[in-house]
């Protein structure tokens, strides 16, 4: 009989992690300044940091916009998929994370490669210098706004980019339309406007593993 608790998506998540990701100083080092600085440890997973690596080499991305950096985890895996010549724009409301994810950056080698805007995304997306369109868009921040967030990425992409949104699952509190938590009410907007929007064709899948019952939804622009 299955046993399916929480233990077990642990240990088998951590299986996957150390079978398929593998031990890596750099990001190891990068997750404990975030904790020595006291930001909360809600980076994506080991696996879901693979996942965003080989998106951006499967879509050949070379300038990437995150939303939402914290302490630069998954920006550092953003950072060396998208290789050497390849950009990421990051955006971090908190500056005193967007110190911690420096400093990360730079340790893991891939800090020239990045640059942080500190702000309010809502506030910095509009004034993101022109130059060309994004090629991935990871949208990680407060899920109350991911509705700005996709019509941003929307609109600073192309035909053909790749847009990824975290935390879609949210211990599967998306399927309560009353929900009066506005980080389900706005995960549940993003969702629809992904369902409705002709700009894209989405998915999302459910994920169980380190970080709970969640999920990722990935989007084309069309
Ligand atoms: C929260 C945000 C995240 O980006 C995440 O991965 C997990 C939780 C949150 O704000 O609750
Ligand atoms: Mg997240």
Same mark, same amino acid.
């Given at each position: 009989?299955?046993?399916?608790?929480?233990?077990?998506?642990?240990?088998?998540?951590?299986?996957?992690?150390?079978?398929?990701?593998?031990?890596?100083?750099?990001?190891?080092?990068?997750?404990?300044?975030?904790?020595?600085?006291?930001?909360?440890?809600?980076?994506?997973?080991?696996?879901?940091?693979?996942?965003?690596?080989?998106?951006?080499?499967?879509?050949?991305?070379?300038?990437?916009?995150?939303?939402?950096?914290?302490?630069?985890?998954?920006?550092? @895996?953003? +950072? %060396?998929?998208?290789?050497? #010549?390849?950009? /990421? $724009?990051?955006?971090?409301?908190?500056? &005193?994370?967007?110190? !911690?994810?420096?400093?990360?950056?730079?340790?893991?080698?891939?800090?020239?490669?990045?640059?942080?805007?500190?702000?309010?995304?809502?506030?910095?997306?509009?004034?993101?210098?022109?130059?060309?369109?994004?090629?991935?868009?990871?949208?990680?921040?407060?899920?109350?706004?991911?509705?700005?967030?996709?019509? @941003?990425? +929307? %609109?600073?992409?192309?035909? #053909?980019?790749? /847009? $990824?949104?975290?935390?879609?699952?949210? &211990?599967?509190?998306? !399927?309560?339309?009353?929900?009066?938590?506005?980080?389900?009410?706005?995960?549940?907007?993003?969702?629809?406007?992904?369902?409705?929007?002709?700009?894209?064709?989405?998915?999302?899948?459910?994920?169980?593993?380190?970080?709970?019952?969640?999920?990722?939804?990935?989007?084309?622009?069309?």
């Amino acid at each position: 009989m299955a046993d399916s608790t929480r233990a077990n998506w642990r240990a088998a998540d951590e299986f996957l992690a150390e079978t398929l990701v593998g031990h890596d100083p750099a990001l190891e080092a990068a997750l404990a300044a975030q904790a020595a600085a006291g930001l909360p440890a809600i980076e994506v997973a080991p696996v879901g940091g693979k996942l965003l690596d080989l998106l951006v080499r499967i879509s050949g991305a070379r300038r990437i916009l995150e939303i939402g950096t914290l302490g630069g985890y998954s920006t550092i @895996w953003l +950072a %060396r998929a998208v290789g050497e #010549g390849g950009t /990421v $724009v990051t955006i971090e409301a908190e500056p &005193d994370n967007a110190a !911690v994810a420096r400093a990360n950056l730079d340790a893991a080698g891939v800090g020239e490669r990045v640059e942080i805007r500190i702000g309010r995304a809502a506030e910095v997306l509009p004034i993101l210098d022109g130059g060309e369109p994004f090629d991935l868009v990871f949208i990680d921040a407060d899920k109350e706004s991911n509705t700005l967030y996709l019509d @941003w990425a +929307a %609109r600073l992409g192309r035909r #053909g980019t790749v /847009v $990824v949104v975290d935390n879609i699952g949210r &211990d599967g509190e998306i !399927v309560h339309a009353d929900s009066e938590d506005p980080k389900v009410r706005g995960t549940r907007e993003g969702l629809e406007m992904l369902g409705r929007d002709p700009r894209f064709d989405a998915t999302a899948l459910q994920t169980v593993g380190v970080k709970g019952w969640d999920g990722i939804a990935i989007a084309l622009v069309v």
